[in-house]
């Protein structure tokens, strides 16, 4: 599907990618296209595969949180 590191730093610039990816087909496409929900998908494994790699274990009310600010982010440009 796509190449994951071992390198943390490249992990996390693949995980601004994913973002910038999901983002912009939400302000696009929709928040529910087949499109967006595909780069969220794609994005929650590649958050969780660097949380293992730094070790920590990954707790389901800390990826809402998680989750929940990221799209926080985002709602201000799609109403605008």
Do not use: C
Not at 32 to 52: A, C, G, H, P, R
């Amino acid at each position: 599907m796509y190449k994951y590191s071992n390198s943390q730093s490249e992990m996390i610039e693949e995980i601004k990618v994913k973002r910038e990816l999901m983002i912009n087909s939400a302000n696009k496409l929709g928040f529910t296209s087949e499109e967006t929900i595909k780069y969220s998908q794609e994005l929650d494994e590649l958050i969780n595969m660097y949380q293992k790699s730094i070790g920590q274990a990954s707790r389901p009310n800390e990826e809402v949180k998680f989750h929940f600010k990221q799209m926080i982010m985002i709602w201000p440009k799609v109403l605008v």
